[in-house]
C-alpha cells in the first residue's frame, strides 16, 4: 500500500458509462473509495 | 470479471465502487455487459484515453492485447495501489484488494 503522505491525487476523468450515464471519478472523493479495474478486453 | 462479478457486495460494504474500463468500441462493450449483467460500473475505452492516457495501462504486443492493471484510490482521491499485471494471471485477487479496503476505511474512521 502507497503511505498517504506521498499517494497522488488519481487522475480524474468524465467518460459514459455501459448505459450512457457520464461517470466522474472526482464526484467520489469524499464518499466512498474507488477500485479501477483495467481490461485485457473480453474478445 | 466473473469472480468479481460475484464479489461485488463484497465491495459494496466496504464503501468502495468498482469502475471498470475496457479497450473494446463502445457498443461490443455495452453488449457484454448487459449481457453478463454486470452489476458495477463498466466504461468502454475505445481510444485508451483513460486506461493508457491517465493510468499507463501497457500493451504487449508479443501478446497481442492489453495486460490488466488496477488501481486503489482512498476517499481523499489519491492513489493508494497501482497495480500492472507482468502476464494476464497477475492480478492481485479479490481479498488482497478487500483487505486494502478494510485498511483504507480504518485510516478514515
Redesign the interface.
Known sequence: MIDKKVAPQAPDFTAADSEGNSIRLSSYKGKRNVVLVFNRGFF | ?AQ?RQEYQK?VE???????????D?A???K???NHK?PF?????PNH???EG??S?KFKLIKG??????????????????HYSDS?ADIPTDEE?LA??D???K?TK
Open positions: 470479471m468479481l465491495f466496504r464503501d468502495a465502487e468498482v469502475i471498470a474500463i475496457g479497450p473494446e463502445t461490443s462493450f455495452q457484454w455487459w448487459r454486470m460500473i463498466g466504461i468502454p475505452d484515453v483513460i486506461a491517465l493510468y495501462q492485447g492489453r495486460l490488466p492493471a488496477l488501481a486503489v484510490i482512498d476517499k481523499s482521491g489519491r492513489i493508494r495501489l497501482m494476464t484488494v486494502l479496503l485498511e483504507l476505511n485510516e
